[in-house]
């Protein structure tokens, strides 16, 4: 099966510009995620949606991001105006079900943001 | 806020040693998972561990969750170059969807 898509794969841009990613999960797949992923850290939960409607956004810092999953299947992530402190990869996933534990999340291979 | 802690944060070694990574929180989790992430790359799941004191082989990799459900360990025998990674825990708490993830543990294995 295809996997999660993303893009771009790298963006470059300078403060207070915008920026938006693209995620396309896998087909069928109702639960999507984005991740921040600093260098050398982790990922942190940004958003999860179940088909288009939001579970969890209490970690997006909504000031300054949105992000939106129209008919459930595609989403967006927007940065405006972007920080420095926003440079990281920026990862996509997605999961049959909520909860989706023993088949884990599929990822895709992130957007790398660098803000200058 | 539940914390995943993973130690150690860096590891180099050689060829043919054995390691051992640790995740350990103070919350119990319903399940825990280890990914590892190439550069570049998103994570890609490992295993799954769901009942406390569970062990699981995966080829040269064994993974333990802990009888109370609050760490686990990922122990890899005979390292090598391939095994090369950042390598990731992520617990699920129970009542909630989602996975948090550990601090991550870079891995590199010379030939």
């Known amino acids: 099966e295809a996997g999660v898509a993303q893009s771009p794969r790298y963006k470059i841009i300078e403060k207070r510009q915008s920026v938006a990613f693209w995620c396309n999960p896998i087909?069928?797949?109702?639960?999507l995620y984005w991740y921040q992923q600093i260098l050398g850290q982790g990922p942190k939960l940004l958003i999860q949606f179940q088909n288009n409607g939001v579970v969890d956004d209490s970690q997006l810092p909504k000031d300054r991001f949105s992000a939106e999953r129209l008919k459930g299947v595609d989403s967006t992530l927007k940065i405006q105006p972007a920080k420095l402190e926003d440079s990281a990869v920026y990862l996509c996933?997605?999961?049959?079900?909520?909860?989706?534990?023993?088949?884990?999340?599929?990822f895709g291979s992130g957007t790398r943001l660098t803000v200058v | 806020t539940q914390l995943l802690e993973q130690s150690p944060q860096f590891l180099s070694i050689q060829e043919g040693e054995n390691l051992t990574v640790y995740c350990n929180s103070s919350?119990?989790?319903?399940?825990l998972q280890w990914y590892r992430q190439e550069p570049g790359e998103g994570p890609v799941l490992l295993v799954t561990?769901?009942?406390?004191?569970e062990v699981k082989k995966l080829k040269r990799l064994t993974f333990q969750f802990g009888d109370a459900r609050k760490d686990s360990s990922l122990h890899i025998t005979a390292a090598q170059p391939g095994d090369t990674g950042l390598y990731l825990c992520a617990g699920l708490s129970s009542g909630t969807y989602k996975y948090i993830f550990g601090t991550g543990t870079r891995l590199k294995v010379l030939a």
């Open positions: 087909s069928g797949h109702a639960t």
């Open positions: 919350s119990v989790f319903s399940s």
């Open positions: 996933a997605s999961s049959l079900e909520l909860g989706q534990g023993a088949h884990g999340y599929t």
């Open positions: 561990v769901v009942t406390g004191g």
